[in-house]
C-alpha cells in the first residue's frame, strides 16, 4: 500500500501527512510511484515501487540513490529542475537492484495544495528494449552482409594490384635492377588496405581511443586553418563557437576526424564553391525532448552543426547515408566509408548524429551530439592540437624475442629487425617462447602477438615479467581494441596495432627497453 510517512518525522519528510485522501488512489497504481517533498527527498512510495527498487528504497532517500553510480548524478540534476519549479523530465537509467536492465525514470512536478512538490514514476521497459534489440540484430546482419560485399570489392582490387605486380617482379632476371615503381605501388596498394581496415574498425566502434576532457570550441579554432586549406578558396568558412560551460570526454584525434570528413564531404556537396557553417552549443538536458530526437536520453550535450549551401540529400537515401560502402559518388572517387567512420566515432563516443535537409532540399546539416559535462575542480581541458611527435628511437643491437603465429609476418617483421641491428630469436607460439625464457640465453626485450592458440600474449608477457625482471615488454595484435589490450596497458606493456611501420616497432622497442630499465 502507499503510505504517507507519518506526521513524527522530521520536517520536510512530513509534508506528505497533508494528503491521507490521496495516497490510497495512488496505491492502486500497478506503475511504481513515489512522492517527492521540496527538499527532493522521496517521504512515500507505493508496492511496486518496494517490488521494483527492493532493499534500495526507503522512506526519507532521494532518487539518485536508487540509481546505479554512473546514472545519479543525472537524476539528481533532473530531481533538482523538476523540484525547483521547472518541466517534467524523462530519463533511462539502471537501478542498484538491477544495473544490468534499464528503466524508465519520470520526474513529474506535483499539482499544487496536494502535500507534494514532485512525484516519481518508474516504467519497466524490459520488453521495449528486448524488441529494440532484435530489431537493432536484425538491421546489424543486413549491415554485415552489404560491409563483407564491399571489404570483398575493395580488397580484391588491392590484392589484385599488389600480386600482380609482385608476379613482374619474380618474373624478371634474377639480376635484373630492382623495379622500384612496382614496389612503390605495392606499398601504395598496402597502406591503402590499411587505411580502408581503419575505417571498418573505426565503423566498427572498435579503434582504440585516448578520451581526454575537451573543448570543442578550442578544437575548432586549433583546427580552422586545417579545414581552410582543405575547403580551397571558393568556400566561404563560418565557425561560431561562443563561450559556452559544458566540455566534451572524448579522442581529440577522432573528434578533429568527424569534422574534418564532413566538412570535405560538405566540400564535395558545394563542388568546392559555397559557404560552410560549423556552429557550437550547449544543450541542457531539460531541453533536449525540444530537439526531436526521441533515442537521445535527456542529459546535457555539446552540439556540433555543420552546415553547408550543396544539393541536399534527397529524400530517398538520407536513412542511408550512414551506412558502409554506400556513396553517390561517381566509381572510383570514394570508398563510401567517410560517414560510416563518421558514425562509428560519434557512437563511440557515446554520443549521436544526424542529417537533415535544408529548406526546399538544398543544403545539409549534420548534427553531431556529445554528453556535454561540467569541469571539475582542478580539471583542466586538454588542448586538440596534439604536440609533435619526437624523433622515433631506434634500437641498437637489442635482444629481441620475437612470437608471432603467423609465419609470414614472424618472417618479414625478424628481417627487418635484423636488418636494422637487433638480434632476433624467434618462436611460433606462446610455449615456444617460454622455453627459451627459461633458458639462460640473454635476451632485452620480448615482442609478442596477442592472439595465438593456447597462452595469449598479455599472459605470456606477464610471465616473461615474472621471469625476467627489467625486460622490455612490446605487444602488437592486429585487434585494435580489446579488453585485454587494457589490461596490458595498465601493466605498462607497449601495444602496437597492426598493420605498423618498422620505424614504429623499433620506437617501440627502444621506449619498452628504456621504461624496463
Known sequence: MFAPVAAAWPAPYAEGASSPGFAPLLAN????LALMDSSGRMFAGNEALAATAGDAWRPGMRPQDLAVPDDADLVARAVSEVVAGGAARTLRVALKNRPDEV????????PPGLGAAAMLALRDIREQVRLERQVAAATRMQAVGQLAGGVAHDFNNLLTGILGFVDQM???????PVDREALEEVRRNGERGAKLVAQLLAF???QPQRRDLLCVRDLLRDLRPLLERLLGPAVELDILAPQGRFFVRADASQLEQVIVNLAVNARDAMGGNGRLTIAVTDIAGRDVASLGHDIMPAIDHVAIDITDTGSGIPAHI????FEPFFTTKPQGQGTGLGLATVYGIVKQSEGYIFAKAGPNGRGTTFSVYLPGRQQALGQVPVRAARPAEPAPLVPTGQRVLLVEDEASVRTVLARGLERKGCMVTTAEDAMAALTILRSDQPLDVLVSDVMMPGIDGVELAIEAARLRPGMGLVLISGYAELPRHREASALGIRFLAKPFAMGDLLSAIAVAEGVAR
Do not use: S
Open 170 to 176: 619474380l618474373e624478371a632476371p634474377a639480376d635484373a
Open 318 to 321: 538520407i536513412g542511408k547515408i
Open 29 to 32: 497504481i500497478p506503475m511504481a
Open 103 to 110: 528503466q524508465d525514470i519520470r520526474i513529474m512536478p506535483f
Open 204 to 206: 566498427a566502434r572498435q
